[in-house]
């Protein structure tokens, strides 16, 4: 099965591609978050973080670091957000990395699964065997 991005890479969707090289290409989110979300992708249909080859995980850190300076530039946020998303939550069945620009105020927040404050102990016991 081809994903989206592989779609994109191989233009058969329309997309507003920001930065593309031999193994990394990244391009606006199409339901963005805030103006100036985009995506960062390796061209080949790695799935999760785990699969990604250190060099191409290098060059998309390098292109997140330019297009954070970018961002800024562009859009003048109060932050910026990264969010990268594995296994089932991975809705594209594909490795990205988006990087948005965040304002006071807007509305852009997660919900925990309601298991409220830790104590550092508990913390500890959770994590003692990691």
């Keep these: 099965m081809t994903t989206i991005v592989e779609k994109i890479i191989n233009r058969e969707i329309e997309a507003a591609i920001v930065f593309e090289s031999e193994d990394v290409i ?3 989110d199409h339901d963005p978050i ?3 979300h985009i ?3 390796p061209k080949k249909p790695y799935e999760s973080f785990i699969d990604l080859p250190p060099s191409v995980n290098a060059e998309i850190q390098y292109v997140a670091k330019d297009l954070y300076s ?3 530039t562009k859009f003048n946020p109060d932050g910026i957000s990264f969010i990268q998303n594995n296994g089932s939550c991975n809705e594209l ?10 304002f006071n ?3 852009f927040g997660w919900e925990t699964s309601g298991i409220g404050m830790q104590t550092v102990e508990d913390l500890k016991a959770t994590f003692a065997d990691l």
């Design 26 to 28: 990244a391009f606006a």
């Design 105 to 107: 105020n807007d509305k």
């Design 39 to 41: 995506l960062i992708c």
């Design 70 to 72: 970018r961002i800024i």
């Design 93 to 102: 069945s594909h490795y990205h990395l988006h990087i948005f620009p965040r």
């Design 34 to 36: 805030n103006i100036g």
